[in-house]
Each structure stands twice: as structure tokens, then as C-alpha cells.
């Protein structure tokens, strides 16, 4: 239990920024998988968020901020410069940060796209359909440039 507790403070830690994370080792001493930190730290921040969005639901403009936190952002930055070469940092997180912008303004399209169609309340699967689409196109534009 005490172990579990450990590991939760940890990554509440991880998620308001107050701590960074360890680099894993193996018992033999070496480096472990980056399993915990590609598969599992992810998945428990989406969890985490979801629960939020769920418990908020009632109050819209909360639930919409913790929906749209940096939460997954820094963490496949620090996923992704991990995987890089000590050479190759810099121009990789130069890259990937121009990336996450234009993902950002895709998932723009697709809040104002969804926004758009739902004024004229066409239901919830058509919301999102039209969300989507809206995105696809952002994307597709944006990652030519």
C-alpha cells in the first residue's frame, strides 16, 4: 500500500510539474523499458483526465479546461526527446513543438467546426462527424507547410 501511495504522489507530482521523472533502472543496472513512460504515464494521465471531465461534467467551463489541459503535451515531449540522440535533441524539439502547434490549431478547427454544426442542433454523432472532418482538413493543410 505504502508503495502504491508512493508511486501516486509521484505522479501527481509529474502532472502539476513539480517533479521530474526518474531515470528507470533494471537490477542489473541498466535501463529499463520506456514502457512506464510511453505506455503506462499516458494512459494514467487520460484516465486521471476523463475522471475529471466526468466528476465536472455539471459544470461545463471546468470540465472544458481540464479536457484541454497540457497534460499529454509535455509528456511525449519528454517520451519523444528521450528516444533522441544528445546531438539530435535540439533540432528534434524544434521539430516536434512546430508539429504540436499544428496539431493544436487542427483540434482548433475541430472545436470550432463541432461548435459550428452544433448551433444547428443536429445531434451528437453529427457534432462530432463534422468535428472531425474539420479537423482532418486542418491537418491535411497544416502538414504541408
Not at 467551463?61 to 546531438?87: D, E, F, K
Not at 462530432?128 to 507547410?145: C, E, H, I, M, N
Request: glycine share 6%; net charge positive.
Amino acid at each position: 500500500m505504502e508503495y502504491m501511495r508512493a508511486r501516486f504522489s509521484v505522479l501527481l507530482g509529474l502532472v502539476v510539474g513539480v517533479c521530474e521523472f526518474p531515470k528507470p533502472t533494471d537490477a542489473a543496472g541498466g535501463a529499463e523499458s520506456s514502457w512506464v513512460t510511453s505506455t503506462l504515464m499516458p494512459t494514467l494521465i487520460s484516465v486521471f483526465i476523463i475522471v475529471g471531465v466526468s466528476l465536472s461534467a455539471q459544470y461545463s467551463s471546468l470540465a472544458a479546461a481540464i479536457a484541454t489541459a497540457p497534460t499529454g503535451t509535455p509528456l511525449s515531449i519528454y517520451v519523444v526527446m528521450q528516444q533522441q540522440q544528445p546531438h539530435q535533441k535540439n533540432a528534434a524539439l524544434r521539430l516536434y513543438t512546430l508539429n504540436i502547434i499544428k496539431g493544436v490549431l487542427a483540434t482548433l478547427t475541430f472545436a470550432i467546426s463541432a461548435h459550428l454544426a452544433a448551433r444547428y442542433d443536429v445531434g451528437m454523432i453529427r457534432v462530432l462527424l463534422t468535428g472531425y472532418a474539420g479537423w482532418f482538413v486542418a491537418w491535411l493543410l497544416l502538414s504541408r507547410v
